[in-house]
């Protein structure tokens, strides 16, 4: 039995999350654990890093718990030999170099910032004015990563609509860092990958079909 570790800092949305990975992991050989014992997220197979609230809470709140050092060592740190780690939201944000938010240092495994939406006075297509955060479904297009399809996306339409909840946005440093790409007043990457590491802007627990099926590829994915 492989296990998936979701991890338990204090800031996550862990009951959704687990939720969504235990469903597509039924009938399969995976144990989907919620943990905040280092032991068990250095032994697990893959990783699941959540994250919600403010970056210099999440980032405090890692630190504090005990649980940075065994997450980088799981992912690998900057090497390419860590295991499948699958950040979403603000445990996007983390995996960055810095946020505008705070500003905090993030986790540096991957280079970029975060960046806050500087959307006032612009108005979208239908005439409303751009709100900050933004929040509800929006598409979703798949970005070739390293010359290829990322294999997460197998199977979800290119244009597939997902659920945002964020006031500030990745930007990675290396155009081959970016997986997806969405639109609000700006493109911004609502996807990132690199080796091992995969991360989302957006929330597949809360995306219905598609974001179940990015959970389900997140195990059967051998990088």
């Not at 969504?20 to 032994?43: F, I, N, Y």
């Not at 709140?61 to 699958?86: H, M, N």
């Not at 005439?127 to 598409?139: C, E, F, L, T």
Request: aromatic share 8%; charged share 20%; with cysteine.
């Amino acid at each position: 039995m492989k296990t998936v570790a979701i991890v338990d800092y204090g800031m996550g949305n862990l009951r959704s999350v687990s939720q969504a990975v235990q469903h597509v992991a039924k009938g399969l050989p995976w144990q989907v654990v919620v943990t905040s014992d280092a032991r068990v997220v250095r032994d697990a197979d893959r990783i699941v890093l959540p994250g919600q609230g403010a970056m210099p809470d999440c980032m405090r709140e890692l630190r504090d718990s005990g649980l940075q050092a065994p997450v980088l060592e799981a992912a690998g740190g900057q090497a390419r030999s860590g295991k499948p780690l699958f950040g979403v939201c603000v445990g996007m944000h983390m995996l960055l170099d810095r946020s505008e938010e705070g500003p905090t240092q993030g986790l540096g495994l991957i280079a970029g910032e975060v960046r806050r939406f500087q959307l006032a006075g612009q108005n979208q297509p239908d005439g409303s004015r751009y709100k900050v955060p933004h929040m509800g479904w929006n598409a979703v297009h798949p970005v070739a990563h390293d010359g290829r399809a990322h294999p997460l996306w197998a199977g979800v339409d290119d244009g597939a609509a997902f659920y945002f909840v964020h006031s500030f946005y990745a930007q990675p440093t290396a155009e081959r860092s970016i997986a997806g790409r969405s639109e609000y007043g700006v493109t911004f990457a609502s996807a990132i990958a690199r080796d091992t590491i995969f991360a989302t802007q957006f929330h597949p627990e809360k995306s219905a079909a598609a974001g179940l099926a990015l959970y389900r590829n997140f195990l059967d994915w051998n990088p």
